[in-house]
């Protein structure tokens, strides 16, 4: 049998090294993300709560970008509550069980948004429950995370990470790589459904000039989205396995953190504020003693 490893130990704590490199500016980040978070907020659930209290937006694409919106507070509530708290703290440090509730929300929140704007591609009201698979999903990965011994507690970015904990085991994470190359391909298969609905669609728009004006009003924001969120979490998993450690700390924590900045904020507005019903339930919200607009 083989003996046991010198340096095996039960992880009780992970320390997160991602801010190291930037602790100079850290009150500057702090003073940022104090703005930017509650602002974050408030535009999604405006946008939630417009959504839910007018019957005339209860259709599908509305119900669409209420499940973004909602999907945006629930990711970004995994990370931006520890991320302040750590930019004022000395030790940056998380406990296990933190780490495996932090990937949970905020990886489940990133596959959920994927697969909702590839439903919206799909445009079928009833796989509006489909991104509720992909809990199940997270929780397996969880699993097999959490059976790993592991040989290390010290993980190089802002927070936990699925292959940067799978990175510390001691032995083999042979089943883990396997069911996360099979979560891949299953997006990547997203990916090629969409961009072949696309095709389709940009043959069918170029034959008129009022297709042409549909598809810039409401395919292009969401092509851009989904880009977005495409690129991030490429990003993410492929430097995540073979990334160099010459890319400087400040370049990686953005592109980690590219998909909790961006698509919370930009859903609300680009969805909900460029759809002119939305925006003028919106407006009648807050303003409806100065501006006159029809019930």
């Known amino acids: 049998m083989q003996p046991p490893l010198e340096n095996e130990s039960s992880v009780l704590v992970f320390t997160l090294s991602g801010l190291n490199e ?30 839910i209290l007018h019957k005339k937006l209860h259709e599908p694409m509305f119900v ?29 440090v998380i406990s296990y069980t933190g780490c495996l509730i932090q990937i949970f929300v905020i990886y489940s ?15 079928r ?22 059976r790993l011994t592991l040989c290390g507690s010290t993980i190089e970015k802002l927070f936990c990470e ?59 924001p969401h092509l851009l989205s989904l880009i977005n969120v495409t690129v991030a979490l490429l990003f993410d998993v492929l430097y995540s396995r073979y990334g160099s450690k010459n890319v400087p700390q400040s370049v990686r924590n953005f592109m980690a953190l590219e998909f909790l900045l961006v698509p919370p904020i930009l859903n609300p507005l680009i969805y909900g504020l460029n759809l002119t019903t939305v925006r003028q339930q919106v407006m009648r919200m807050f303003f409806k003693k ?3 607009i029809s019930e």
């Open 22 to 51: 930037t602790m100079e500016n850290r009150f500057v980040f702090f003073s940022f993300t104090a703005l930017f978070y509650p602002l974050m907020v408030f535009c999604n659930v405006t946008v939630i709560f417009t959504i």
């Open 64 to 92: 669409f970008l209420c499940n973004l919106c909602i999907n945006g507070l629930f990711g970004t509530s995994g990370f931006y509550p520890k991320f302040m708290y750590d930019l004022l703290a000395h030790d940056h």
């Open 109 to 123: 929140s990133a596959l959920c948004e994927f697969s909702t704007l590839t439903v919206m591609a799909y445009d």
């Open 125 to 146: 009201y009833l796989a509006i429950c489909r991104p509720l698979e992909y809990h199940s999903i997270m929780t397996n990965l969880i699993i097999l995370i959490s």
């Open 162 to 220: 699925i292959w940067a904990v799978a990175k510390l085991s001691c032995f083999s994470t042979t089943v883990n790589n396997v069911f996360g190359y099979i979560v891949i391909l299953t997006y990547f298969g997203h990916a090629v459904f969409i961009f072949c609905s696309y095709i389709h669609l940009i043959r069918k728009c170029i034959k008129s000039i009022e297709s042409r004006h549909k598809f810039m009003q409401t395919c292009v």
């Open 290 to 292: 100065q501006v006159g």
